[in-house]
């Protein structure tokens, strides 16, 4: 059976979503810097069977707009606030790249609100990334470098707009597509995030997180290393650690079927309270 999703949006906040499933857990999914919700279009086909699944496009992102949360610790109490709205008391949160660090700070400020965490090449402690990941910050040649990426991207939007979201991942096409997307955002938004982002420190706070947890990582992601993910789940008290063959900075877009797979293994297992994802 094919899940149908629906676009949908938030006017007193100003986030557009995506929402598939009607019955089940809730789990909200947050997308990294320059990305969108669409990314995990095929991921929500799949668990939309079983979970009711919110996809939100991130401030600054697609449709929602920056306002005042330029910050990863407003873009959290804006996530917190979405849950509130919509009634949802107990997720799964999945947050990719700086989504997951979001994903952290809402997890460390509400821990009555999630119930289990799903980190996915995640940007948490950026500063502690390869020192190229931080090029856009850089004086003089940040801004004009980052601009430049984003004329690529409007020069690939005419194909960009034709590769559907159920793509079948790989490389090539999803690289594109997301490179169509980043052009269209505003970048003066993006680059405030960014800054953001390199600033926000979790560090010692990642021992409070107290909710199963899965550290999954691309096993060629140069962004956020391999290295980078295992030293976040040696870090977060008895996280899972998983490394997703042939897949680099977004596995949902690049492997969407071992990705899902990946995350309904984690969904299904109990913690060690005996409590299942299924039972909450």
């Known amino acids: 059976m094919v899940t149908h999703i629906e676009q949908c949006y938030h006017h007193r ?64 109490t804006l996530v917190a606030d979405f849950c509130a709205d919509l009634g949802l008391t107990a997720i799964i949160l999945v947050g990719h790249s700086m ?61 960009g707009q034709r590769i559907p979201h159920d793509h079948g991942g790989g490389w090539i096409r999803p690289w594109v597509r997301r490179a169509s997307y980043l052009a269209t955002f505003d970048p003066e938004g ?15 706070r990642l021992q409070q997180i107290r909710v199963p947890t899965l550290v999954l990582t691309g096993q060629f992601d140069s962004l956020v290393p391999p290295s980078h993910a295992r030293r976040l789940a040696q870090v977060i008290p008895g996280a899972r650690y998983v490394v997703l063959p042939a897949s680099i900075h977004n596995p949902m877009d690049e492997r969407p079927g071992a990705f899902t797979r990946a995350l309904r293994a984690f969904l299904s297992d109990d913690d060690e309270d005996g409590r299942s994802a299924e039972r909450m």
């Open 190 to 204: 993006l680059y405030r995030i960014l800054r953001s982002l390199f600033a926000t420190r979790a560090d010692e």
């Open 13 to 76: 906040l100003g986030l557009s979503y995506l929402t598939a499933g009607e019955k089940g857990p809730a789990i909200v999914f947050l997308h990294g810097w320059g990305a969108f919700k669409e990314l995990w279009w095929s991921t929500l086909r799949d668990l939309g069977r079983d979970y009711r699944c919110f996809a939100i496009d991130m401030p600054g992102h697609g449709e929602s707009r920056l306002g005042q949360a330029d910050q990863i610790e407003r873009i959290a």
């Open 99 to 159: 989504g997951g660090s979001v994903a952290v700070e809402v997890t460390l400020r509400y821990p009555h609100l999630v119930r289990r965490l799903a980190l996915i090449d995640a940007a948490v402690d950026a500063y502690r990334m390869p020192t190229y990941t931080r090029l856009y910050l850089l004086p003089a040649i940040g801004w004009p470098v980052f601009r430049i990426t984003q004329a690529i991207g409007r020069a690939f939007r005419p194909i």
